[in-house]
């Protein structure tokens, strides 16, 4: 079966697929250098955690890769390769991905310093590690998701005795699946595997306003991998979750995250926390599937993460194919139109905290991870396991 691929990449090109022009049109980007990258992921050409940290950090080997280093000596390469991986670190600043691959890219770039190595040998060393680095933080999350699948599934299939005859439906949020990630994705990829399993009844999404991840990317998603599944406003999230009578009887709902801190709250898609919220009213177990890479144990609580405020058209107009009068969708002619009287203020936070308390498990590559006897999370278990 055809997948659905986000990014493209083979050593010296990166093709974005463009995920403003979704669900409509399917056109890749070439994307070549970091102000290129820079401008691709502010945009939201490409969004979502692993998937921003993964562009930066492919775009910028890609410019390496055709020789857009210009410094000579080892030391100004390595300043060199750190302040655009600092510039490009600015373009969204929730997700902790991005700054964690590229601690990682700075790292590989440090360590392939050699005394003794002349130029142009030593330049070539220290820019060969930061490509394979780069190269090896795309393959390793999509190894990543496969394994967030299994334990999610199995996590829930343990939780609810599922089976072919005693299958499950869920609630998720935002995007988080192929076009978030290298492929597979994270809640979407527990949802994916779920199915594949023959343990799921049907999946929820929202629309996730205002920049509707849900019903433009993760509908295209559901509808792609032919997964049952239905579309709801934000709004009816309470009105699903309070039914419980078949088949809209949701048993988990599944998000993803931009930034799990130490206490496991987590930062994602603004109306996570509501949707929290709701799970603990319903008695709806509300889990959160997470690649390691976006856990920052720097950071002690919910409290202290950056929420990103983007600007305020994102609510006061909307874009999308135009609809012939016959109802069919002229998928070449896109329009964008105000939804709103324009004078009005607006607050638009990208992202907010869910705290601790009302989760009930973090899925990671490495396991599930739910809170000890004391009410806590101890994600540093699974940051030191290999
Ligand atoms: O603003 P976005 O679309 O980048 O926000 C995406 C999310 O909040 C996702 O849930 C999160 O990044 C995890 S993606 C696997």
């Not at 590690?129 to 394994?147: H, Q, V």
Request: glycine residues 6%.
């Amino acid at each position: 079966m055809a997948t659905l691929q986000a990014i493209k990449y083979k050593r010296g090109k990166l093709l974005v697929l463009d995920q403003l022009r979704l669900p409509h049109e399917h056109h890749y980007d070439e994307v070549s250098t970091a102000e290129e990258a820079f401008d691709c992921i502010r945009s939201m050409r490409v969004r979502g955690a692993p998937a921003i940290a993964i562009v930066a950090a492919l775009a910028y080997a890609v410019e390496l890769h055709n020789g857009g280093c210009t410094a000579t000596t080892p030391e100004e390469t390595i300043a060199q390769i750190e302040s655009r991986l600092d510039y490009l670190k600015e373009s969204r600043p929730t997700a902790v991905d991005l700054s964690n691959a590229i601690s990682l890219l700075k790292q590989a770039a440090r360590a392939a310093k050699r005394e003794g190595l002349a130029h142009p040998e030593a330049k070539e060393a220290i820019l060969n590690s930061y490509i394979e680095t780069a190269e090896k933080i795309l393959a390793k999350d999509l190894e990543n998701n496969t394994s967030i699948g299994s334990y999610g599934t199995s996590w829930l299939q343990h939780q609810y005795m599922l089976s072919s005859s005693r299958t499950i439906s869920v609630l998720t949020h935002c995007n988080t699946g192929s076009l978030a990630t290298s492929g597979h994705g994270t809640a979407l990829g527990i949802i994916r595997t779920l199915h594949a399993r023959g343990l799921l009844k049907h999946a929820y999404c929202t629309e996730t306003r205002p920049y509707n991840q849900g019903s433009r990317l993760t509908s295209f998603e559901l509808i792609f991998e032919g997964i049952p599944a239905t579309l709801i406003t934000d709004s009816m999230a309470g009105a699903l979750l309070s039914l419980h009578k078949e088949p809209m009887n949701i048993g988990a709902v599944i998000v993803g995250a931009d930034r799990v801190v130490r206490n496991g709250d987590t930062a994602n898609k603004i109306g996570t926390y509501a949707l929290a919220v709701l799970a603990r009213h319903h008695g709806v177990k509300f889990v959160v599937a997470a690649p390691t890479t976006s856990i920052d144990l720097e950071t002690e609580t919910g409290a202290d993460i950056k929420i990103e405020e983007r600007k305020p058209e994102e609510l006061t107009q909307i874009s999308g194919a135009v609809v012939n009068p016959d109802g069919s969708i002229d998928t070449s002619r896109t329009a964008r139109v105000a939804i709103a009287d324009q004078r009005i203020s607006v607050w638009n936070p990208a992202f907010d905290v869910t705290p601790h308390a009302l989760i009930d498990a973090i899925v990671t590559e490495k396991g599930t991870v739910v809170k000890g006897a004391d009410g806590k999370f101890d994600l540093s278990s699974v940051l030191q396991s290999n």
